[in-house]
């Protein structure tokens, strides 16, 4: 699948903007600030409805204006499908697919597949687990239209619970009312846990492998999916920490709390890894990502790099490159230097200024 063009009215700090991209590489640069993430942002969004900095609908229209419009040409497998995208102030967006509207998001689903990728999945290692779960349920949602569904309800009755356990501490009869929730919680968070054990696993199989060859043969590594629910079913965790909860006033185990660990040996390397160990294994995680998502939709996703380039040593930024040349790529950076010594050939250049942008040839 590719991304033929992109259009853009009143998004963020673009007025209007209509691009054709390159079916390999496109490199959007220039300095800081000037609207180069934007674009990948965009592109994020009419795939998956979403920005990828989890940013607001409102706050990607343009400021002072109420509305913002995105168009995109996906093609697929010879087919082309025009994604348009209204973004309102103050009610939900709206989506057409060849002209006919959406009523879900999810009849999206399966267009077109991005992987996004930012300086800050480099520090996915190093930082706490809320990225790590994030880095799972961003990807597994784009592949399993069933886990996004059971996500939403579980997250949506989490919530619910934990409101719940806030208003136990008032009155207290309503303790009654937590087995009900204890028991939808459960068969979600079930599900969602033996999803991404299933996506752990598949991954596994490939990362040894890249995670490998990238150390130059010195590191073997391993995922493990870390449940905070341990041994014990969900529901009898829930059960088991029921006091702790009302005591805390939210759920201390599930999905929502659970972890993932890389394992080199025996060294854990979120806590024993050198900084350098934890980047690399975190770039052979996306590295394994990009291999697992062209296996999984029997297709290649579009693959967009956020200044990410500049955040490695010569050696991994050859290897990422040498492994993408097949895919269709959108990069942004400041300059082109990281580009110069490399025999990667770039089909597109774009200078951004100020939310113009220019081809160049
Ligand atoms: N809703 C909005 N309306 C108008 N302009 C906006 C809006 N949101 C963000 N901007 C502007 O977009 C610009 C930031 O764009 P972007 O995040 O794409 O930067 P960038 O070129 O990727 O820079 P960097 O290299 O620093 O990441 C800023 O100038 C910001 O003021």
Redesign the pocket.
């Known amino acids: 699948m590719v991304i033929k063009s992109l259009k853009l009215k009143n998004?963020?700090?673009y007025d209007l903007l209509d691009l054709t991209l390159d079916t390999q590489t496109n490199i959007?640069y220039?300095?800081?600030?000037?609207?180069?993430?934007?674009?990948?942002?965009a592109l994020y969004l009419s795939g998956t409805t979403k920005s990828h900095r989890g940013?607001k609908d409102r706050?990607?229209?343009?400021?002072?204006?109420d509305e913002a419009h995105l168009e995109t040409i996906v093609i697929k497998r010879g087919m082309e499908y025009q994604i348009d995208m209204h973004l309102k102030k103050n009610s939900p967006k709206g989506i057409a697919v060849n002209k006919v509207p959406i009523r879900k998001a999810s009849e999206l689903f399966g267009i077109i597949h991005f992987v996004f990728f930012s300086p800050e999945d480099l520090n996915i290692i190093k930082e706490g687990p809320s990225g790590r779960r994030r880095f799972i349920d961003l990807e597994l949602s784009q592949l399993d239209k069933i886990y996004l569904s059971n996500l939403s309800s579980y997250n949506r009755i989490i919530n619910q619970r934990n409101s719940l356990l806030k208003d136990i501490d008032r009155q207290h009869n309503l303790v009654e009312t937590l087995d009900v929730w204890d028991m939808q919680l459960a068969e979600y968070g079930m599900k969602v846990i033996e999803s991404r054990r299933n996506f752990i696993r598949q991954l596994n199989k490939i990362i040894s492998n890249i995670h490998y060859r990238l150390t130059g043969g010195k590191e073997h590594i391993f995922l493990e999916y870390e449940s905070s629910v341990g041994n014990l079913s969900f529901a009898q965790a829930l059960k088991k920490n029921r006091e702790r909860d009302m005591r805390l006033k939210s759920t201390s185990v599930g999905p929502h709390r659970d972890d993932l660990s890389f394992m080199e040996g025996s060294l854990d390397i979120r806590k024993f890894g050198s900084q350098g160990q934890q980047r690399t294994a975190a770039l052979s995680l996306k590295l394994s990502e990009i291999e697992l998502v062209r296996m999984l939709i029997k297709d290649t996703p579009v693959l967009l790099l956020?200044?990410v380039l500049s955040e490695l040593d010569k050696h991994r930024q050859n290897y990422l490159l040498d492994s993408i040349h097949d895919i269709q790529t959108v990069i942004?950076c400041?300059g082109l230097d990281e580009f110069v010594n490399h025999r990667f050939s770039i089909n597109k250049i774009f200078h951004?200024k100020?939310?113009q942008v220019a081809e160049e040839n």
Do not use: S
Request: glycine share 10%; net charge negative.
């Open positions: 998004y963020r700090n959007f220039g300095d800081n600030a000037q609207g180069k993430t934007n674009i990948l942002e940013t706050d990607l229209i343009q400021f002072e204006h956020d200044d942004t400041t951004v100020n939310g």
